[in-house]
């Protein structure tokens, strides 16, 4: 893989805001930049998405059709579901050529890398825990194809209220113990995570191995991405 960019948390609304216009400008570029071989978005790039097999919501439309660019171009584009996405998985029984994956990724970039959006990797966070088990289930699966889409999509906008209003939390970095040593047993040797909306590094040594925790910061807030290229792992901010 010679160049990959991780982006996460755009919590895209109206086509007419400016988080959404310097997306569409970022993706622009990024059909350019032939060096480029992956894109991977670790969840929450809208502030809700449901993955209706052939309806696509206006402000879905332009982004979405970006996205479809890149692939075409041979981009391999991976989206991890957050917790604002909804049963995308099922798009790609209807040729959707994104690879939408629900739970995480393990990716070889110098080391093995632990890829998820984040947001279940406290797992004494039970009200969050609750709720996605409540979301995200089959039965409710099952109501997603049956119900008429503007009541999935109403549905998909509340929980997405509440769950950014009443149940999102702060980072606390001593919650990652767990997690860290978990991932070292599965021969982890770091992780990229988004939720959380800071733009951080985080070293641990565990029993004299380092385990690195990238965390992307939100595009919503500071325009923030991360690079691999030539072996490398960095940040970069996007500007006009």
């Not at 109206?14 to 059909?31: A, C, G």
């Not at 449901?50 to 059709?65: D, K, Q, R, T």
Request: with cysteine; net charge positive.
């Amino acid at each position: 893989m010679r160049k990959a960019i991780f982006i996460a948390d755009a919590h895209l609304k109206s086509p007419y805001s400016q988080e959404y216009v310097d997306l569409v400008d970022f993706l622009k570029i990024l059909i350019k930049d032939d060096h480029l071989s992956a894109l991977f978005i670790l969840g929450d790039f809208f502030d809700f998405f449901v993955g209706f097999p052939h309806i696509v919501f206006y402000e879905h439309l332009e982004v979405m059709g970006l996205l479809k660019e890149l692939e075409k171009k041979g981009i391999s584009i991976f989206y991890l579901e957050g917790n604002h996405d909804f049963f995308l998985k099922k798009l790609n029984k209807y040729g959707c050529k994104i690879n939408f994956i629900s739970d995480y990724l393990a990716l070889n970039i110098n080391g093995k890398f632990y890829l998820s959006h984040g947001d279940l990797i406290y797992k004494r966070n039970y009200s969050h825990r609750i709720m996605t088990f409540f979301i995200k289930n089959r039965i409710t699966n099952l109501f997603s194809y049956i119900l008429p889409p503007h009541l999935v999509y109403h549905f998909a906008h509340l929980v997405s209220r509440f769950s950014r209003e009443r149940i999102r939390e702060d980072f606390n970095e001593n919650q990652l113990d767990n997690f860290v040593e978990k991932a070292l047993k599965d021969n982890y040797s770091g992780a990229i995570l988004g939720h959380f909306h800071k733009k951080t590094v985080i070293r641990r040594n565990h029993n004299d191995k380092i385990f690195t925790v990238y965390l992307l910061g939100s595009w919503q807030i500071d325009r923030s991405y991360l690079v691999y290229e030539n072996g490398n792992l960095f940040f970069e901010t996007f500007k006009k």
